[in-house]
């Protein structure tokens, strides 16, 4: 089970740290990855990271923007938001892709978080 945790509220230029935290099971040789669905579009791909290797890949529009890391003694995944902008707003989602190789796309991942709503004010 994947749970999400730390959206909110934040006017632009503000942060936020998003928590992705798995139970009942090991991220092992997964790939963790973050989506977001804003207002009236599809999901899409914003961040992901090999839980053992580290390995990491952004989508283009929040490099410079956005860390993802991880804490191995939690089993928690972060994704640290800075210079939020209003693009940014939507539900973010992690998922689980048990594959190892990072992916952009949502069929590659097989276990969903509830996702955690951020929205970003002018």
């Known amino acids: 089970q994947l749970q999400a945790s730390g959206g909110g509220l934040v006017q632009a230029g503000g942060s936020l740290r998003l928590s992705c935290a798995a139970s009942?099971?090991?991220?092992?040789?997964?790939?963790i990855g973050w989506f977001r669905q804003a207002p009236g579009k599809e999901r899409a791909f914003v961040a992901a990271?090999?839980?053992?290797?580290?390995?990491?890949k952004y989508a283009d529009s929040v490099k410079g923007r956005f860390a993802i890391s991880r804490d191995n003694a939690l089993n928690t995944v972060y994704l640290q938001m800075n210079n939020l902008k209003r693009d940014d707003t939507g539900v973010y989602y992690c998922?689980?892709?048990?594959?190892?190789?990072?992916?952009?796309?949502?069929?590659?991942?097989?276990?969903w978080g509830q996702g955690t709503l951020v929205t970003v004010s002018s």
């Open positions: 990271m090999t839980w053992r290797g580290g390995s990491s």
């Open positions: 998922a689980i892709d048990p594959s190892g190789r990072i992916g952009i796309q949502q069929w590659e991942y097989l276990y």
């Open positions: 009942g099971r090991a991220f092992g040789n997964s790939v």
